[in-house]
């Protein structure tokens, strides 16, 4: 991206993010009062009321009143400080009935964050409406001093902004000196404003994000159900892809065996030498079946990963790419099965696509421990441009390694190289 002419400082008081901005705190003030007079009054009125069955239904209403704020205040934030915040879990009573749903509300706690808000912003909007007010009020009027000085001495009856007056002396800001000085403070109020305003958008941000979101449970529950249709996604188009190979590789090999041997059979008495050359031809097709199903084993789970660990499992892999690999595995131990099986299958494809879409002439994989997480590193020297999507192989694997908890990060420029880091919980 090519580098922008003037400078962030002089830029900012001008960009369509800072006027979002100062949209944002204007419209946020008096919604804000409106939230938290609401929320007060009815919040108050039911809990007053809870001696009563009245209080029930009055609370829960409040409460409800308050979810119904936080979806507004979510799409303000969205349309004006581009924060994207989830909504929370919605509100399901067991029975459905209106018992049932009064009662889910009162126990909700993303209810009761909606009500915190309520409670909490309204102080901080008053003081930042203040803030951002006074500022761009006087950074703007004093910065345009030299433009509208001349209303004082026509409609106002004096020389200019009046900084001083008693009784017997006034001092006024007329002479073309104190001007400047009082236009260039109020350059400094402006170019300084943006800062101040991003600052008081980012509490709101936190407060947003943390009180009218869902909860880090919810927000963990919808990530592991995610992660349990990728699993159970790929471990179906696993199946698929094992069945595929044994119909299409060994079984197709093995048929045509039955039949090679059924006819060296038949033509055994009658041509020993045509049946020698079936049987001959049958043989070479037992050995490439064989070879087929060591492969497709070895995609699965290879039997020396289980009997030696990734470092021998992923020689073995390197041996057989067509591009010379350096392995360099410095682990203390052995990782649980299930997460050296996605370490050893990632390596395997991320060496393919160097083989086959790279022009790399060398490559390197790098395996280590660091903390709690199993770091894995692919480099080679091709072309670069590889990226995560687009229906392409390393969306796959990224799938694939997000399901248990893990990241695929690409740095592939144009004209490369490219580094494929991987990391993985590690568990013992």
Not at 201 to 214: C, E, T
Not at 251 to 262: E, P, S, T
Not at 291 to 312: F, N, S
Not at 331 to 348: D, K, N, Q
Request: aromatic letters at 8%; hydrophobic letters at 50%.
């Amino acid at each position: 991206m090519a580098a922008h002419p003037l400078p962030a400082a002089i830029r900012a008081p001008f960009e369509a993010r800072t006027w979002r901005a100062v949209l944002y705190v204007l419209i946020g003030f008096p919604l804000s009062v409106c939230w938290f007079v609401l929320s007060i009054a009815f919040v108050s009125a039911g809990a007053g009321l809870l001696i009563t069955f009245l209080g029930v239904p009055i609370l829960a209403g409040a409460l409800g009143m308050c979810r119904g704020f936080g979806a507004v205040e979510r799409a303000r934030a969205r349309g004006l400080l581009d924060l994207h915040v989830a909504a929370p879990e919605p509100v399901r009573g067991r029975t459905g009935g209106a018992l049932s749903w009064m009662g889910a509300m009162l126990k909700s706690g993303a209810s009761w964050r909606h009500l915190l808000y309520a409670v909490l912003h309204m102080p901080w909007a008053v003081f930042s409406f203040a803030v951002t007010v006074a500022l761009y009020a006087w950074g703007w009027a004093l910065f345009t001093y030299p433009l509208w000085q001349w209303v004082f001495p026509a409609w106002v009856g004096q020389d200019g902004i009046q900084l001083y007056g008693d009784a017997t002396h006034s001092f006024y800001l007329d002479a073309p000196f104190e001007i400047a000085v009082t236009s260039a403070i109020g350059l400094v109020f402006v170019l300084v404003g943006p800062w101040v305003l991003r600052g008081l958008v980012s509490v709101d941000r936190l407060l947003v994000s943390g009180l009218l979101g869902p909860s880090r449970l919810a927000s963990r529950v919808t990530e592991l159900e995610s992660d349990r249709g990728v699993v159970v996604d790929t471990a179906a188009a696993d199946l698929r892809r094992i069945e595929r190979d044994l119909h299409d590789g060994a079984q197709a090999r093995l048929a045509a065996l039955a039949m090679d041997l059924g006819l060296a059979k038949e033509k055994l008495a009658r041509d020993p030498q045509a049946a020698a050359v079936l049987v001959d031809e049958a043989h070479g097709e037992v050995k490439l079946a064989l070879q087929e199903l060591r492969d497709l084993a070895r995609g699965i789970h290879p039997a020396v990963l289980t009997d030696r660990g990734l470092d021998a499992a992923l020689s073995a892999v390197a041996s057989r790419c067509s591009v010379p690999v350096s392995v360099d595995v410095d682990l203390p131990s052995r990782p649980a099965p299930a997460i050296e099986g996605i370490a050893y299958f990632t390596v395997s494809e991320l060496l393919q696509n160097v083989t086959r879409h790279s022009g790399a002439r060398r490559a390197w994989v790098d395996v280590w421990r660091t903390e709690n997480r199993l770091m894995l590193q692919v480099r080679d020297d091709g072309v670069g441009g590889a990226v995560i999507g687009g229906g392409s192989g390393l969306a796959g694997l990224a799938e694939r390694v997000g399901a248990v908890d893990g990241v695929l990060a690409v740095d592939s420029p144009a004209g490369g190289p490219t580094t494929v880091t991987v990391e993985l919980p590690w568990r013992a």
